[in-house]
């Protein structure tokens, strides 16, 4: 199980900093402005936000953990299911608040709304580390108005625009000062927090980066909970439930593993929301910053064409990929009935023969273990590097045991590299390389599986001409 004693912990916690407010006042603007980067949605429509979205980060030279929470919205109806939705949103960005460190608590330029005044009553026990912020305020617009929260017992307001950047300093240096962390007066800060002197870290001490991929309700969210031992991820029969990218963290036999739960991927047909396409577009994104896809099939449905298409990108990218069959635990206990799917799966999609294939129940827990022992031999795979000379003795057996045809298709491997691992390439040296068949191509790609130890992972054969060797006496 993922929360064994002696497998798994949770890492130690970095300072929370928490971005809270109604819909619509531009939390996930202002969160991106403080990442620089584009990493939340955002989108004039209230609510865009559902799941927490946290990020670790640095601020001024202080690293933190900066969380993004879903709108708090005043008029729900909870006997509708997007109103029962609605009351996961708050409900789970109060937990939140109650775990962080600092809250940012936004309000848009203007008069204060209903919402605003009781989300202001709610969150009075949290006084001493709420920062009122005003945002949208730019060129000094409507500043006289939201003065007025001063009579709401805050010490200080800080306006800002989360958009055009307008006194975002002055705000990130009140949230480092409130950590107690301010760096001293003359220190030369990089933005990044990331000194470019510090080396990079051995493979072994980088997270491996899972992305959990997968169509609507197969059970996505309720597996990155269950990893990380956590709620992170709002979990719900609605689909299209998660928008943003969850992230989460654990660790597993020593290893740091990042999660990261993606929304759920329809057809681009079904696709009739802006918000669905660009949480789609996110979700396909991870793929690049992430080593392994667990791609979530809900076991009772089997493999379908947009699975297909999802392990597609993942393959043509060279990650590794893990099949998980989820609600195993529905299936009829009958025997074989495993191997029976499984045989499905490898006639449908042939050329995945190689990726594992995982029943288990997120819900109960039941097969976590074999997938994370899985994914751990995978990453090792991933990032495996064979040494050019035991390459090319292996190479030489190979053609021993299987020449390459002879006549008009006759062509001579002369040698072959690794260029890179994760994703794994190998490079042939070839004297004709138009002569070089695909059939003699997953020869090649078979042997170094099966002899080299890259049974559970993509890996690209490049063809590419030999420089021709010189002649006996004569010089190039």
């Not at 559902?50 to 929470?69: E, M, N, S």
């Not at 047909?269 to 793929?287: D, F, G, L, Q």
């Not at 059939?439 to 030999?466: C, H, K, M, W």
Request: aromatic share 6%; proline share 6%.
């Amino acid at each position: 199980m993922i929360n064994s004693e002696n497998d798994a912990h949770i890492p130690r916690r970095l300072p929370m900093v928490a971005l809270a407010g109604r819909p619509n006042v531009g939390k996930s603007t202002l969160f991106n402005r403080l990442l620089r980067k584009r990493r939340s949605i955002t989108d004039p429509t209230p609510g865009v936000t559902r799941d927490p979205v946290g990020v670790d980060t640095t601020i001024l030279g202080k690293p933190l953990r900066l969380v993004d929470t879903g709108g708090f919205k005043l008029d729900r109806r909870p006997d509708t299911p997007e109103g029962e939705l609605e009351g996961l949103v708050v409900e789970k960005s109060l937990e939140i608040l109650k775990k962080a460190d600092i809250i940012v608590l936004l309000f848009e330029a203007g008069e204060l709304t209903l919402e605003d005044e009781e989300f202001i009553a709610l969150l009075r026990p949290y006084s001493n580390k709420l920062l009122a912020t005003v945002n949208k305020t730019e060129g000094g617009r409507r500043e006289a108005e939201a003065w007025n929260l001063l009579s709401y017992g805050f010490e200080k307001v800080y306006m800002i625009s989360a958009e055009h950047g307008d006194n975002i300093r002055e705000l990130e240096e009140a949230i480092v000062e409130r950590l107690g962390a301010l760096e001293p007066a003359g220190t030369d800060v990089p933005r990044s927090g990331v000194s470019p002197e510090i080396p990079a870290p051995a493979p072994e001490a980088v997270p491996i980066r899972i992305a959990i991929l997968g169509k609507p309700n197969t059970g996505k969210s309720t597996l990155s909970n269950r990893l990380t031992s956590s709620s992170a991820s709002i979990v719900s029969d609605i689909p299209g439930t998660t928008r943003d990218v969850v992230e989460g963290s654990f660790v597993w036999k020593n290893r740091d593993l990042r999660i990261l739960d993606t929304a759920g991927i329809r057809r681009k047909s079904k696709v009739n929301e802006n918000i669905e396409y660009y949480s789609v577009n996110r979700a396909i994104k991870t793929v690049d910053e992430s080593d392994i896809v667990f791609l979530v099939i809900d076991a009772q449905e089997g493999l379908t064409d947009q699975d297909k298409k999802i392990a597609s990108i993942a393959h043509d990218k060279g990650r590794g990929i893990i099949l998980v069959l989820n609600k195993w635990d529905t299936m009829p206990a009958v025997k074989n009935t495993f191997e029976a799917v499984r045989d499905r799966i490898h006639f449908l999609f042939g050329q995945m023969e190689y990726a594992p294939i995982i029943p288990l129940s997120a819900m109960d827990g039941s097969g976590i273990d074999v997938l994370l022992n899985t994914a751990l031999r995978m990453h090792s795979q991933l990032i495996r590097r064979i040494e050019t000379s035991t390459l090319n003795e292996a190479l030489e057996k190979w053609l021993t045991e299987y020449p390459p045809p002879a006549g008009k298709s006759w062509f001579k491997i002369r040698y072959a590299v690794q260029i890179l691992a994760n994703p794994v390439r190998f490079v042939f040296f070839v004297s004709r390389p138009k002569a070089v068949g695909e059939t003699y191509i997953a020869y090649l790609r078979n042997r170094i599986r099966r002899d080299l130890g890259f049974s559970l992972v993509p890996l690209s054969i490049e063809i590419r001409p030999s420089a021709k060797p010189i002649e006996k006496g004569k010089r190039r």
